[in-house]
């Protein structure tokens, strides 16, 4: 009686056989059998769209599917497919080490039973089992390792559902389900502080929350002319704002004073209150403010609004100086250094509106702080302008800068 072989190439002899050539045959099936049991092989499937048959070579080693893992290697230019015969029965470790966005399936030779593939874009390892189950129709069934059942690769895509991660350590950036960039994520090495999130319980909100130092800002910075927005509404930050002081707010110096608050009607549109301002002689009017508790306390600076009812083309200059008074100070304190933007020349059509440069910094004197009266004297310096006519005060937009987000 013949010898017989495995699936996978051992040779099974018969009684009887193969008399002064035993050790020689057993010591090949104990080899293949290593193979089987832990082996390691290549196959080069390089090229385009074909399939490879992986044969049993029986009685000898070397057999490619008689290895336990088997990786594949090439460059592989269209989809490719490995094949088994039908009873074959054990278990693999497949890696695709391929070059080229292809797919690369491993299957039985025929039939209809389930395989594995590779995707184009996998280039990891997977266990699979060939089954055998049936004699036209067998199965390669996918046990829970590598790429294809979602466990983490190195270089393959997997998806990972209920998994528990404890300090994972991410890149440059977080990706969404199509690849896209939700967060980029730069790291900076000494760094202490961090944002802390929480979620909440029923009637309350989730919580970002600096953390690491006692004082730690939370920084959000829109890019370009971006703004940042609750909804569609633009969420206030603290920065530069400002505030409008009309000349009904102003009065004139008991000394060199301006003249009296005047309303002006025109022949159409707005009737204008006005305080005039003499061209021949400097002259001045004052206003007070309390500024909101997020200032900076800061120097300012400012804007002065105003007109002329003249065809004159000159120029007019206007300076402003402050003082800011706290509780129980005396309010008799002398007014800071006065500062003036660049001249401004009127358009020389009466009655249009002339509106100046931004002015330097102001610097306020009497050290100022919070809940402290700031009182201003704004004055018209002729011997800076060329204005032939009265320059008509409309009022003047002082700007500040906030370093709070509200007055609490």
């Given at each position: 009686m013949a010898s017989t072989y495995t699936a996978l190439g051992v040779e099974l002899m018969a009684t009887g056989e193969n008399a002064g050539t035993w050790g020689t045959k057993t010591n090949t099936n104990l080899n293949i059998l290593e193979q089987i049991a832990g082996g390691y092989t290549t196959q080069d499937i390089a090229g385009g769209a074909q399939t490879t048959a992986l044969s049993v070579s029986d009685g000898s080693t070397g057999a490619t599917l008689a290895h336990r893992m088997i990786e594949f290697t090439g460059s592989i230019t269209g989809?490719?497919?490995?094949?088994?015969?039908?009873?074959?029965?054990?278990?693999?470790?497949?890696?695709?080490?391929?070059?080229?966005?292809?797919?690369?399936?491993?299957?039985?030779?025929?039939?209809?039973?389930?395989?594995?593939?590779?995707?184009?874009?996998?280039?990891?390892?997977?266990?699979?089992?060939?089954?055998?189950?049936?004699?036209?129709?067998?199965?390669?069934?996918?046990?829970?390792?590598?790429?294809?059942?979602?466990?983490v690769t190195l270089t393959g895509t997997q998806t990972l559902t209920n998994k528990t991660l404890?300090?994972?350590?991410?890149?440059?950036?977080?990706?969404?389900?199509?690849?896209?960039?939700?967060?980029?994520?730069?790291?900076?090495?000494?760094?202490?502080?961090?944002?802390?999130?929480?979620?909440?319980?029923?009637?309350?909100?989730?919580?970002?929350?600096?953390?690491?130092?006692?004082?730690?800002?939370?920084?959000?910075?829109?890019?370009?002319?971006?703004?940042?927005?609750?909804?569609?509404?633009?969420?206030?930050?603290?920065?530069?704002?400002?505030?409008?002081?009309?000349?009904q707010a102003m009065y004139p110096n008991s000394t060199?004073?301006?003249?009296?608050?005047?309303?002006?009607?025109?022949?159409?549109?707005?009737?204008?209150?006005?305080?005039?301002?003499?061209?021949?002689?400097?002259e001045f009017a004052q206003f007070a403010v309390a500024f909101p508790k997020s200032w900076n306390e800061s120097t300012v600076t400012f804007q002065a609004f105003f007109t002329a009812d003249s065809t004159n083309t000159g120029t007019t200059s206007w300076a402003l100086n402050g003082v800011a008074i706290a509780d129980d100070d005396s309010i008799n304190t002398a007014f800071g250094t006065a500062v003036a933007p660049t001249a401004k020349a009127m358009s020389g059509t009466a009655n249009d509106l002339a509106v100046t440069a931004e002015s330097g910094a102001v610097t306020i004197a009497g050290s100022p702080s919070t809940d402290e009266e700031v009182f201003f004297q704004i004055q018209r310096d002729v011997s800076e302008?060329?204005?032939?006519?009265?320059?008509?005060?409309?009022?003047?937009?002082?700007?500040?800068?906030?370093?709070?987000?509200?007055?609490?």
């Open positions: 989809n490719q497919i490995v094949t088994i015969p039908l009873d074959v029965q054990t278990f693999y470790f497949l890696r695709n080490s391929t070059s080229g966005a292809y797919t690369v399936q491993f299957k039985y030779a025929s039939g209809s039973g389930d395989s594995f593939t590779f995707s184009a874009t996998d280039k990891g390892d997977q266990l699979v089992f060939a089954t055998a189950n049936d004699g036209t129709n067998p199965d390669i069934d996918t046990l829970a390792f590598g790429s294809g059942d979602g466990d404890t300090a994972p350590a991410i890149g440059t950036s977080i990706l969404d389900t199509n690849g896209n960039e939700l967060f980029l994520l730069t790291a900076t090495g000494s760094a202490v502080n961090e944002l802390t999130y929480a979620n909440a319980a029923t009637g309350n909100g989730p919580t970002f929350t600096a953390s690491g130092e006692t004082n730690v800002d939370i920084n959000i910075n829109p890019k370009g002319t971006g703004v940042l927005k609750s909804g569609t509404a633009a969420v206030k930050i603290a920065g530069k704002e400002s505030i409008w002081v009309p000349a060199s004073g301006c003249a009296d608050l005047a309303q002006v009607e025109l022949s159409n549109g707005p009737e204008i209150k006005t305080l005039d301002f003499d061209k021949d002689s400097d302008d060329t204005l032939t006519a009265d320059a008509k005060l409309l009022g003047i937009k002082i700007f500040f800068t906030t370093d709070a987000a509200n007055d609490a």
